[in-house]
């Protein structure tokens, strides 16, 4: 076992975990955030996309140990108490989902999007926006909500 | 995922002594390829090696004008780096093909180098895999080989290397600064990876115990014309089925140097400096070029499946350095060819 301790969605949280455990399954067995899907569970889907310290990550490819003392957001700690993120809330506005089990790695994918500054277009977005898949589809209002929450950043 | 046996040294020294005690102990920098390959149980190190904590994480400009950049510097640190962009466009442009943003948030500089094949065959263990398990023979031979090898394969191995990076990397004659039990050490990026031969199951040149350490590019005038073409099955987020670095100066309208790489056709990035120094002098143009890409692909050997992947090479070589000699690169956003 060993020790590790992150400030997991503003919270310290400390744990005795074997190293084999994935952050993914940390987040989901040990501390109970489900929000976070395990999808593909190899980095093909993005479905498990968390925030470190304020980048996007495939949280199914990382031991959980390896990133002792890192600042974690899940799709959890993203709203401030009833109001939602300007990127979940643009995600009900534009009809961002069907089934919503790829939702919380897209909120996450596109804040980390956001944060990077680098996207300027809507093919940006989509460019950028690559590594998170949707079986349902809804990649054409999922642009939408993105390409909302960019332009009224400018 | 076998368990194993977990240490984080803080020093390069104890991460060298930490991977010598243990014939089966593995670095791990980024986990993108490693702990994937730990899930399949292709990888089954009884130690791992946590190097992230090593003083690795610097790009920094070198005395004789080039840059020499951290081995656990990020893919995205990398190609998002001024130094980078503006020094070295190719690189960079390389590296946004690669994978996707979140890979490239964790994916090192030194990982990238060491990541294995994604031949089917290397990860399915219920079948041959020569790379995997030696002398238990090649599934993708006569198989399913859509992605894999026109050049430079064997009867053991038809296995590509599927690094984007790699292939600018062997474009711009990068050194690899490696360090282990005997010393540091710096090797040519042409010898670093290796073709499968009857060993596949050695992808490059290190050797048990060593790290690397740095990745150093020289100086060079490659800022201008180059481009990175990259095709593949889908329009982002795959590997390539061909992907192609050209860079090159031009003089009076010749070409005073020329540089060509290729991706996804071969057990390392392929390049052929000889059949280059013929287009030194030459104008840029389409008959230079498809002089050079024909006798490029002259040896090529399809394997079924991918015997498109010849023209296909040849087609792509032309079409990148256009884009190079026009000073036209690919952006890595856009999905039509330029």
């Known amino acids: 076992m060993t020790q590790v301790q992150f400030t997991l969605n503003g919270h310290s949280t400390s744990a005795d975990i074997p190293p084999w455990v994935t952050l993914l399954d940390f987040l989901r067995e040990r501390v109970h955030l489900t929000g976070t899907k395990k999808g593909c569970d190899h980095g093909q889907c993005g479905a498990c996309t968390v925030l470190i310290d304020g980048k996007r990550f495939n949280s199914c490819l990382i031991l959980a140990v390896s990133r002792d003392g890192a600042e974690i957001t899940t799709v959890e700690g993203l709203a401030d108490g009833p109001i939602l993120h300007p990127v979940q809330q643009a995600f009900l506005d534009h009809d961002a989902f069907q089934c919503g089990y790829c939702t919380p790695g897209q909120i ?18 989509r460019e950028y926006m690559s590594g998170n898949l949707c079986r349902c589809g809804a990649y054409t209002h999922i642009a939408d909500a993105v390409e909302a929450v960019l332009e009224a950043s400018k | 995922m076998r368990p194993f046996d977990y240490v984080r040294p803080a020093t390069i020294g104890e991460a060298i002594a930490a991977l ?45 004008g080039g840059v020499k950049i951290g081995a656990l510097v990020s893919n995205a640190d990398l190609a998002w780096h001024p130094l980078i962009e503006t020094r070295y466009p190719l690189l960079s442009s390389a590296l946004l093909a690669g994978a996707s943003p979140q890979l490239r948030n964790a994916a090192t500089t ?12 290397f990860y399915d263990t219920a079948t041959a895999c020569n790379k995997r398990e030696p002398g238990s023979g090649c599934g993708a031979i006569g198989g399913v080989n859509r992605n894999l090898a026109i050049l430079g394969a064997s009867d053991a191995c038809i296995a590509t290397h599927p690094s984007d990076m790699c292939v600018a990397l062997r474009a711009l004659d990068a050194r690899v600064h490696v360090e282990g039990p005997d010393g540091a050490r710096i090797i040519a990026f042409a010898d670093f990876h290796r073709l499968p031969e009857e060993t596949p199951q050695f992808d490059n040149t290190m050797r048990h115990g060593e790290l690397i ?14 481009s990175y073409l990259k095709l593949r099955d889908r329009l982002s987020y795959a590997f390539a089925l ?12 010749r070409i ?83």
Request: glycine share 6%.
């Open chain 1, 108 to 125: 996450c994918s596109a804040i980390g999007l956001l944060n990077e500054g680098r996207a300027e277009s809507r093919e940006d977005i």
């Open chain 2, 20 to 64: 010598n005690a243990v014939p089966d102990a593995r670095a791990l920098a980024g986990g993108t390829n490693l702990v994937d390959l730990m899930k399949y149980e292709v990888a089954r190190p009884s130690r791992v090696v946590d190097i992230n904590r090593l003083p690795l994480h610097d790009i920094e400009e070198t005395a004789e």
């Open chain 2, 242 to 253: 061909v992907s192609v670095a050209a860079a090159l100066t031009l003089e009076d309208d």
């Open chain 2, 110 to 121: 030194g990982g990238n180098l060491l990541q294995r094949t994604r031949c089917h065959y």
């Open chain 2, 256 to 338: 005073t140097d020329v540089r060509v790489a290729l991706g996804g056709v071969a057990h390392k990035p392929w390049r052929n400096e000889a059949l280059e120094a013929e287009m030194v002098g030459q104008m840029p143009d389409a008959a230079v070029f498809s002089r050079f890409a024909t006798a490029l692909l002259h040896d090529a050997k399809g394997q079924g499946q991918n015997d498109f992947k010849i023209d296909l090479a040849r087609r792509t070589v032309i079409r990148t350095l256009t884009q190079a000699a026009a000073a036209t690169p690919q952006p890595q956003t856009r999905k039509s060819i330029l």
């Open chain 2, 213 to 226: 350490t740095h990745i150093e590019l020289p100086a060079t005038r490659l800022d201008t014309h180059y």
